[in-house]
């Protein structure tokens, strides 16, 4: 399977730990993004990569967040000291720097705080 | 701020007849256009897009229509299949980068 891979699909946690979850993209592709979706909401972009470059985070990413790219392959996103309010499908995307900005998802990884 | 919207959150089609899906946006300085499919428990599927150079692109049973005077862009479907049935995004962008998207529309197709 060539698609974009997440892990892990489900996470469940107590509020106050922290997660981290793994996105493996297309391997020719060298966009990754973050999304964030919530129950009865499109996605919400949370930031993105070139390479191991991140070129932009949204607002929505708070102190609490990190994302890397580091050798400009898989990506990992860190929650620490996990809310309720962090509850949520988040979503990994790929595309081509070039084109028609086609994003291509993974299945996504559904965090519950508790 | 809502810059991509789709104002209705569901719409209920006969199989065979046509479906259409609509988006407005906000944002003059999106050029790039796209329709996402999604099942439960999957992320978006890639459905169509559409430049803002053209007004209309299509695809098999799928045709995307911008009208970029009326920031207004829509999905037609035809004919509609029982497959279909799922939520529907709308997206856009500005330049090769970021999508918003709207809260999406929920297709149930009918026998």
């Known amino acids: 399977d060539t698609g974009v891979s997440q892990d892990p699909r489900h996470k469940i946690t107590k509020r106050g730990q922290n997660v981290t979850f793994r996105c493996d993209p297309i391997s020719e592709h060298n966009r990754l993004y973050w999304y964030r979706q919530t129950l009865g909401q499109g996605p919400e972009f949370l930031t993105y990569f070139q390479n191991e470059a991140q070129l932009e985070k949204s607002r929505l990413l708070s102190d609490r967040f990190s994302a890397e790219r580091p050798k400009g392959s898989f990506s990992t996103l860190e929650i620490q000291r996990t809310e309720q309010g962090d509850s949520a499908m988040y979503l990994c995307?790929?595309?081509?720097?070039?084109?028609?900005?086609?994003?291509?998802f993974g299945p996504g990884t559904r965090l519950t705080v508790l | 701020d809502q810059q991509v919207k789709q104002n209705s959150p569901s719409l209920s089609v006969q199989e065979g007849r046509i479906s259409i899906l609509n988006c407005d946006y906000t944002?003059?300085?999106?050029?790039?256009f796209l329709w996402y499919k999604k099942y439960p428990a999957e992320g978006p599927t890639f459905l169509i897009s559409i430049s803002s150079i053209k007004d209309k692109n299509e695809d098999g049973r799928f045709t995307v229509f911008l009208n970029k005077s009326a920031k207004h862009l829509s999905l037609h479907i035809v004919p509609s299949q029982p497959g279909d049935s799922a939520v529907y995004f709308c997206a856009a962008s500005e330049g090769a980068q970021k999508l918003v998207f709207g809260q999406g529309t929920r297709l149930t197709i009918n026998p």
């Open positions: 995307a790929s595309s081509l720097a070039t084109g028609n900005n086609e994003q291509f």
């Open positions: 944002n003059s300085m999106f050029d790039y």
